[in-house]
């Protein structure tokens, strides 16, 4: 079965490389803007009053598809592609939670980007704490890693 989705916007950020981007939202404090395209602007009412949000987002500049592999954050090998966050994989979508920072009619300025600039964007959610913090989370293989090394990989030199 095929689906099709249409682009409601597109994701401007300061990074032009993969191998420049932060690893993972939660260790960039990158500003930049969510461009919502008009015919979708009616769908930002009240999203002011949240203050992180949840961008879905098509990784237009993977490589390829994948099953397994390495990932950045980790040096011991391969692992399935569901469980990581890797950007090759069967269907190409990003999820990244970001900080909302405004909202100037069909833009919203963001703070902690992990995105390519020029992203296409799929969808976007609010991030509602009562629906989004689980108790007694395990995180698979990531808890093995340092969190300080996975941060450090997440900073690019300039």
Not at 93 to 105: D, F, H
Request: aromatic share 10%; hydrophobic share 40%; glycine share 10%.
């Amino acid at each position: 079965m095929s689906h099709m989705y249409d682009e409601i916007g597109v994701i401007h950020s300061e990074f032009k490389e993969k191998e420049k981007t932060p690893v993972q939202s939660a260790f960039s404090k990158a500003w930049g803007t969510v461009e919502v395209f008009p015919g979708y602007a009616d769908g930002l009412k009240d999203i002011e009053g949240f203050s992180h949000i949840f961008l879905l987002y098509h990784f237009d500049r993977a490589d390829g598809s994948a099953i397994s592999e390495k990932p950045i954050v980790d040096a011991k090998g391969e692992h399935g592609v569901f469980a990581m966050r890797h950007f090759n994989r069967p269907n190409p979508i990003g999820l990244s939670i970001v900080e909302l920072k405004g909202v100037r009619g069909n833009i919203l300025d963001v703070c902690g980007l992990d995105i390519l600039d020029g992203t296409p964007l799929l969808d976007i959610k609010p991030y509602i704490r009562h629906f989004d913090v689980m108790e007694g989370i395990r995180n698979g293989w990531v808890d093995e890693q340092h969190m300080g090394a996975i941060r450090d990989k997440s900073v690019k030199p300039a």
